[in-house]
């Protein structure tokens, strides 16, 4: 596990090849055969958990882990329709406009450092994202 030094700290990070390998593990089990919709819901759960853990720390607040599970889940669903409209706004680089929801999706519940982490962005992409 690695220390955190992105101006915040919710304990130790877990570490590039634990992210990597528990990432491959519910990948699997993902798009493994006869996976029910709660099963789904769970593995989602655990995957947002996971890139918390590894992008911000494990000591990361559950009520917040919480609220951007729920975030996260709210967006999932529009995600066919944004992913359409970006091509439509952005042809050339339709990614923009997907990555600018989700930075001002989540932008309400994490600070600037907090989201750039997460994303693994600069301070100034989330700035300009948030436009």
């Known amino acids: 596990m690695e220390n955190s030094s992105d101006g915040f700290n919710y304990g130790p ?20 055969e006869g996976i029910t919709k709660e099963q789904e819901e769970n593995l ?19 009520h917040r882990r919480l609220r951007i599970l729920a975030a ?6 529009r995600l066919l329709w944004r992913l359409l ?3 439509v706004v952005n042809p050339i680089r339709p990614s923009d ?4 929801s ?4 989540f932008s ?7 989201l750039a982490a997460l994303f693994d962005l600069t301070i100034e992409d989330v700035v300009r994202l948030k436009k």
Request: no cysteine.
């Open 13 to 32: 990070k877990i570490s590039q090849t634990e992210y990597e390998s528990r990432s491959s593990e519910l990948a699997k089990l993902e798009f493994s």
């Open 44 to 62: 989602r759960q655990e995957q947002i958990n996971l890139l918390i853990d590894y992008r911000l720390g494990v000591g990361f607040p559950e």
């Open 72 to 77: 996260h889940k709210k967006l999932s669903r």
């Open 85 to 87: 409209g970006s091509f």
């Open 97 to 100: 406009a997907l990555a600018r």
């Open 102 to 105: 989700q930075v001002r999706n």
């Open 108 to 114: 309400k519940l994490l600070n600037d450092a907090e």
